[in-house]
């Protein structure tokens, strides 16, 4: 047990990183669990996709409104205060919405305000947390962090946490909403624990526009061709992801024939691939470098989307769900990581959020289009648009991905 403590919170990552990490893996358990149970709260509301859809448009909704103000505002404000006002929040919000569905007043327009205002909190939290782990681990560490926080953190949300949430629907609707609300409060309360104070912005920067911090952010990205690259590419990984999987809970269901505990068994398939992902990246990316992953993540993707259009097998979608997750953690270090070491601290809340805009806002795009494309043609017609999008983007991204940098330079070279 103390080795696995040990190799999981190494010394060298510091002691706020000993709360952060059980902080982040905490509330993905949570939010685990209402990734099988929400969409299942969703579908025994309504059978309709473009509904279903709706919900997973509505969630990312807020990053469409609110991300380059809320990249700005925690450029300004603590960090660590951020995270936790907004871990509170969300927790109150979901317990609220969980005893109404206990006692039996669930309607969809709740449903959807709920999943709207957790968005809007979410573009305050992930961009504070992002920030706050650059100023709490030394820079040479933080592709170890980031691996640690993309294994555990996958690990809870996807392969532990859709079960429980599928069990835990079955026992009562809203039992799986007051879990997350749990599991958001003790994050809260950890993540109140951790010293790391963000940089104080000086006068001149307190007294500038908030939209003038905006335009700041987005030119330093569009002028750096490693972040600008990135940012087109996940823009385009997730408008074509969500399109396939907002209705995910229905193509399982009706084209796999999946019952309600199997679709959260499903949810986790890429979870077992994700703990390799962890492994892989510190195996690989020495011997093979972040430019060959990164195209190698490409075709993955774009394979990915292929398989889940034609085929109707359980067995066959549990295996290409559980490569997509080894690649999905591989992906996701080396381009947090390129990220945070290319930005200056000062635009670092900023600059995840343009970012989490280009990402995020991707994927509310996605879902709204998946769900008319599954309403309107079928269950599989969404993932056929993901593939034919993500060929494109495929030989689109095959050059400009050289300009990503995963290591810190040193006076030595």
Same mark, same amino acid.
């Given at each position: 047990?103390?080795?696995?403590?040990?190799?999981?919170?190494?010394?060298?990552?510091?002691?706020?990183?000993?709360?952060?990490?059980?902080?982040?893996?905490?509330?993905?358990?949570?939010?685990?669990?209402? #990734?099988?149970?929400?969409?299942?709260?969703?579908?025994?509301?309504?059978?309709?996709?473009?509904?279903?859809?709706?919900?997973?448009?509505?969630?990312?909704?807020?990053? $469409?409104?609110?991300?380059?103000?809320?990249? !700005?505002?925690?450029?300004?404000?603590?960090?660590?205060?951020?995270?936790?006002?907004?871990?509170?929040?969300?927790?109150?919000?979901?317990? !609220?919405?969980?005893?109404?569905? #206990?006692?039996?007043?669930?309607?969809?327009?709740?449903?959807?305000?709920?999943?709207?205002?957790?968005?809007?909190?979410?573009?305050?939290?992930?961009?504070?947390?992002?920030?706050?782990?650059?100023?709490?681990?030394?820079?040479?560490?933080?592709?170890?962090?980031?691996?640690?926080?993309?294994?555990?953190?996958?690990?809870?949300?996807?392969?532990?946490?859709?079960?429980?949430?599928?069990?835990?629907?079955?026992?009562?609707?809203?039992?799986?909403?007051?879990?997350?609300?749990?599991?958001?409060? !003790?994050?809260?309360?950890?993540?109140?624990?951790?010293?790391?104070?963000?940089?104080?912005?000086?006068?001149?920067?307190?007294?500038? !526009?908030?939209?003038?911090?905006?335009?700041?952010?987005?030119?330093?990205?569009?002028?750096?061709?490693?972040?600008?690259?990135?940012?087109?590419?996940?823009?385009?990984?997730?408008?074509?992801?969500?399109?396939?999987?907002?209705?995910?809970? $229905?193509?399982?269901?009706?084209? #796999?024939?999946?019952?309600?505990?199997?679709?959260?068994?499903?949810?986790?398939?890429?979870?077992?691939?994700?703990?390799?992902?962890?492994?892989?990246?510190? $195996?690989?990316?020495?011997?093979?470098?972040?430019?060959?992953?990164?195209?190698?993540? $490409?075709?993955?993707?774009?394979?990915?989307?292929?398989?889940?259009?034609?085929?109707?097998?359980?067995?066959?979608?549990?295996?290409?769900?559980?490569?997509?997750?080894?690649?999905?953690?591989?992906?996701?270090?080396?381009?947090?990581?390129?990220?945070?070491?290319?930005?200056?601290?000062?635009?670092?809340?900023?600059?995840?959020?343009?970012?989490? #805009?280009?990402?995020?806002?991707?994927?509310?795009?996605?879902?709204?289009?998946?769900?008319?494309?599954?309403?309107?043609?079928?269950?599989?017609?969404?993932?056929?648009?993901?593939?034919?999008?993500?060929?494109?983007?495929?030989?689109?991204?095959?050059?400009?991905?050289?300009?990503?940098?995963?290591?810190?330079?040193?006076?030595?070279?």
């Amino acid at each position: 047990m103390r080795a696995l403590r040990t190799f999981l919170l190494p010394a060298e990552l510091g002691q706020d990183f000993r709360r952060i990490w059980p902080a982040s893996a905490i509330s993905n358990l949570g939010d685990g669990a209402m #990734l099988a149970a929400g969409p299942l709260l969703v579908a025994s509301i309504t059978d309709e996709p473009l509904a279903v859809g709706i919900a997973a448009f509505v969630q990312q909704l807020p990053w $469409l409104l609110f991300a380059l103000l809320s990249g !700005a505002l925690v450029d300004r404000l603590d960090r660590r205060l951020v995270v936790v006002a907004a871990d509170t929040f969300r927790a109150v919000v979901l317990a !609220a919405l969980g005893i109404a569905v #206990l006692v039996g007043v669930s309607p969809l327009w709740a449903v959807y305000l709920t999943l709207f205002l957790l968005g809007t909190a979410e573009t305050l939290a992930d961009s504070a947390s992002g920030a706050l782990l650059v100023n709490a681990v030394p820079k040479e560490q933080l592709s170890k962090a980031n691996a640690r926080l993309y294994a555990t953190g996958t690990a809870a949300n996807q392969l532990v946490g859709p079960p429980i949430g599928a069990l835990l629907f079955a026992v009562g609707t809203g039992v799986p909403l007051v879990m997350d609300a749990v599991t958001f409060a !003790a994050a809260a309360v950890l993540m109140s624990k951790v010293s790391t104070r963000s940089p104080t912005a000086d006068e001149s920067t307190a007294r500038t !526009a908030l939209w003038a911090d905006v335009r700041e952010a987005v030119r330093w990205l569009w002028n750096h061709a490693g972040v600008r690259t990135l940012a087109w590419t996940i823009l385009v990984m997730n408008v074509t992801f969500m399109a396939g999987f907002a209705t995910w809970v $229905l193509f399982a269901k009706q084209r #796999l024939g999946l019952s309600e505990t199997q679709f959260g068994l499903l949810i986790s398939a890429s979870a077992i691939g994700a703990i390799a992902g962890m492994p892989v990246y510190h $195996l690989l990316e020495p011997r093979v470098g972040s430019l060959t992953l990164l195209r190698a993540g $490409l075709l993955v993707e774009t394979a990915v989307h292929l398989i889940l259009a034609v085929t109707r097998s359980p067995v066959v979608v549990v295996v290409t769900m559980t490569v997509f997750g080894v690649h999905a953690v591989v992906w996701g270090i080396v381009s947090t990581t390129a990220r945070q070491l290319a930005t200056p601290d000062a635009l670092m809340g900023r600059v995840n959020n343009v970012y989490a #805009l280009a990402s995020i806002g991707g994927a509310a795009v996605g879902a709204l289009l998946g769900g008319a494309l599954a309403q309107r043609f079928g269950l599989t017609t969404p993932f056929v648009f993901a593939f034919v999008g993500m060929a494109i983007m495929t030989v689109v991204a095959w050059r400009p991905v050289r300009y990503v940098v995963v290591r810190v330079r040193t006076a030595q070279g």
